[in-house]
């Protein structure tokens, strides 16, 4: 049983029994329906008549939505798509996904109702973490028409914390901060934060000496080894956020994402969306331990409603009471969330960035950079991989060790090119970008790309 000190935000929920917690989410799932569903018009011929939903069962034989139903609802009718209900003089914020997929950026109206459950699930994490009235969060993301930057900001002052916004500042302004000023909990990308590492050893910066005492962390999958040399490196807690622009929101809770000797649990919030985590070939909610696409139903989504949306994410389900805190919410598998269609097939095999990381990021790599290519002669598939590492460049038998690790893992040879420094993120200014290790060059198109 866990000693860790506790940290509520909604007491009653957090403590819940899982029964409680399903009648409560079927109540206000029907809520959110009635109030914003039933008689949108862009739901009418989806969803058929106005109903009661009795139970998850009966929830999911629903169709599912995606992103690209989103893009064409706004494509074919303007700002917000058909399924905006909301007046304009309703609307108090505009948020847009970052259009990394390269498919569009989806644009939502928020209005007040919305804005409010929003902040109740952006705000369990940073309170878990240890933000309260006088503490200080520093974030490494920008404020800007992003979701994250917003939200957080809005969670943070809503707990009472100091929002320190340096998002747009270069690395070296970041850390004068968190010398001059300090802060408890550093929020940056896992690739950001080994720039921080890098740019502090330059200026002769101890990241333990800082006083952080929680890092939180978000948008990349990370090995366990890379996330147990993080908490030493700079002395505190590792937390893990995953969200989207969708309002798929899951935070590790006071026990942060390494539990011992195993990732730890991204805890979802059954009270304030739908989570699904399913087969996408079977559309079959799958079992704890398993890998699914996770599918969700935001009640903060009133103004330009989702419902079932597909969001593309490859997550590992983790049951409820899997985690020592002892909540009633379930949850995800920390540091294994991707994409599916970032999974990439090479010569037959299938390589999921997670997996991959598990295998790579060991000590003492600390990053890498991996690309698919046809050579240009030959015409096979090619993979490379550019390894960054502590201490610096890795010698041909680390190397040629790397390889053969590689190799038993995934069946596959690449060949292994050492990088001088101890990441592979350069001189940026704003940590504002999802980054993807896995970048596939082979022309015309990705060929045999999974999704």
């Not at 003089?89 to 459950?117: A, F, W």
């Not at 939200?151 to 340096?166: P, T």
Request: charged share 25%; aromatic share 8%.
């Amino acid at each position: 049983m866990s000693t860790t000190v506790r940290r509520y935000v909604d007491r009653e929920t957090e403590t819940m029994s899982p029964g409680q917690l399903g009648a409560l989410q079927l109540a206000r799932l029907n809520a959110f329906l009635d109030r914003s569903v039933w008689d949108n018009p862009w739901f009418t011929h989806r969803l058929g008549r106005r109903r009661e939903i009795r139970s998850l069962e009966e929830w999911r034989t629903l169709p599912t939505m995606t992103k690209a139903d989103v893009l064409a609802d706004i494509a074919e009718h303007g700002s917000f798509g058909r399924r905006c209900t909301a007046a304009p003089s309703e609307i108090r914020q505009i948020v847009e996904t970052s259009g990394t997929s390269g498919k569009g950026r989806e644009r939502y109206p928020i209005t007040d109702h919305d804005l409010d459950l929003i902040q109740q699930m952006e705000m369990p994490g940073f309170r878990w973490a240890g933000a309260e009235p006088g503490s200080v969060v520093l974030s490494s993301l920008p404020v800007t028409t992003r979701a994250g930057g917003q939200w957080y900001q809005d969670a943070v002052r809503r707990l009472g914390a100091v929002w320190l916004s340096v998002g747009t500042y270069p690395a070296e302004e970041k850390l004068r901060y968190l010398r001059e000023i300090g802060a408890d909990i550093l929020v940056a990308s896992p690739s950001y934060l080994m720039r921080l590492e890098i740019v502090a050893a330059a200026e002769g910066i101890v990241p333990g000496d800082l006083g952080i005492r929680a890092i939180m962390t978000a948008g990349e999958p990370f090995s366990l080894a890379w996330a147990q040399e993080r908490a030493e490196v700079w002395g505190a807690r590792l937390h893990e956020q995953y969200g989207s622009t969708q309002r798929a929101i899951a935070w590790s809770c006071e026990e942060g994402a390494v539990h011992g000797n195993h990732l730890g649990v991204l805890h979802v919030l059954p009270h304030l969306a739908v989570y699904e985590v399913i087969d996408p070939v079977t559309g079959e909610e799958v079992v704890p331990g398993e890998h699914g696409e996770l599918v969700i139903t935001p009640f903060g989504s009133s103004a330009a409603p989702l419902v079932r949306f597909a969001t593309g994410d490859r997550v590992v389900k983790v049951g409820t009471g899997e985690c020592p805190c002892g909540r009633p919410y379930p949850g995800l598998r920390c540091g294994r969330i991707d994409r599916y269609d970032a999974m990439t097939k090479i010569r037959g095999v299938n390589v999921v960035p997670s997996a991959a990381d598990e295998v790579l990021l060991q000590p003492p790599v600390t990053d890498y950079q991996a690309r698919v290519y046809n050579d240009e002669q030959t015409g096979r598939e090619e993979l490379e991989i550019v390894v960054a590492a502590a201490g610096g460049l890795l010698d041909t038998a680390a190397l040629d060790d790397l390889a053969v690790r590689f190799r038993q893992a995934f069946g596959l040879r690449a060949t292994f090119v050492a990088h001088p420094g101890p990441t592979l993120v350069g001189d940026v200014t704003v940590d504002a970008r999802k980054r993807a290790r896995w970048t596939d060059e082979r022309a015309p198109m990705r060929a045999g790309a999974s999704t």
